[in-house]
């Protein structure tokens, strides 16, 4: 795994301590969905250098990042059909199956640096999980710190018959972490930061209902078989866990024709947008709406609007009945 996973992992947990720092007694499941990505990117940006800093300071370059609760229903049952082999990018290897009552969305994340999911808990604390690759000892890519100083291992319970370990990390106190092996051998890891009520012996029935195994995420949005993969960027899907079925998606996608610019494809099944943007296109139906736009953050030279209806053709909506959902390609006619 890459050092840039690790940086991933490391902003996460600082982002979800900010956000806890301030008094919260409920997070509104829609709101977390509308809201979330935004509120999470600004500040991710605004702790990057700092972060960077700390990890190349350190020499840190390692690996990437009891209730009552049911299933997350995270779309259909399986996998959806799966696209020809390298056209699907939004693949995951790991998703959560149990999660407590207090989870009330869990976020799909995929970038050119890997693959995890975040669940939210109504305080804004959340769980984190990904797995390792194939043949990767998690605890070799640590960085290996003086005794006292660095991250501490602790043998853990076993989670359906399979080694399992705890991990501590020297001032971060409200942080629990477990690495086990999933049932297809591999290293997992699932990381609480700052989810009330989740002790450790939570954690261990989450670890023990994950599902391990490759799944192409069912979205309600596709683009056409025509576009490159290799032009996807990053992707996240953000849906709720229980009441009302709300979500979120975002997938940004680079243009070739400008160096560093960003189209960003957004849909949803709650509010539309409603500020002003120059190249913003925008459709909806009955049950969702769907834009594209330049990426404001971006650091490409400014798009026209047919840069970005280029992009803006390759959209299909697929309603919000997940029965019809798709992976991230379609299949070529």
Request: net charge neutral; glycine share 10%; charged share 20%.
């Amino acid at each position: 795994m890459s050092g840039d996973r690790e940086l991933s992992l490391r902003l996460d947990e600082l982002v979800a301590s900010a956000e806890l720092s301030a008094p919260v007694t409920a997070v509104d499941p829609a709101a977390a969905v509308r809201r979330g990505r935004k509120v999470r990117g600004r500040r991710r940006a605004v702790l990057a250098a700092g972060v960077a800093a700390v990890l190349l300071g350190s020499a840190a370059v390692g690996v990437f990042h009891g209730g009552g609760g049911r299933p997350v229903p995270a779309g259909p049952v399986e996998s959806v059909k799966p696209t020809p082999a390298g056209r699907n990018p939004f693949v995951l290897q790991v998703r959560f199956g149990w999660l407590p009552d207090q989870v009330i969305t869990v976020e799909d994340r995929w970038t050119t640096a890997g693959a995890d999911q975040l669940a939210t808990a109504k305080n804004g604390g959340q769980l984190q999980l990904w797995a390792f690759g194939a043949g990767v000892d998690p605890w070799s890519k640590r960085p290996q710190l003086p005794a006292g100083q660095g991250e501490a291992r602790e043998a853990a319970p076993k989670v359906n018959g399979q080694e399992a370990y705890w991990v501590s990390v020297p001032g971060m106190g409200d942080r629990t972490e477990l690495v086990f092996r999933g049932s297809d051998g591999g290293w997992l890891d699932l990381v609480n930061m700052g989810a009330s009520d989740v002790d450790r012996q939570v954690l261990l029935h989450v670890a023990a209902g994950v599902r391990a195994g490759r799944y192409e995420v069912p979205l309600p949005v596709s683009l056409e078989a025509t576009a490159s993969p290799s032009d996807v960027e990053q992707v996240s899907f953000t849906r709720s866990v229980r009441g009302a079925d709300i979500w979120s998606l975002s997938v940004s996608v680079s243009v070739r024709t400008h160096a560093d610019a960003t189209v960003v494809i957004r849909a949803g099944s709650d509010h539309p947008p409603t500020d002003s943007a120059p190249t913003r296109v925008c459709a909806s139906d009955r049950t969702m709406w769907w834009c594209a736009e330049q990426d404001g953050r971006s650091p490409g030279g400014e798009l026209t609007k047919a840069d970005v209806l280029a992009w803006w053709e390759q959209v299909t909506a697929h309603g919000q009945d997940d029965r019809t959902w798709h992976s991230l390609f379609m299949p070529p006619r």
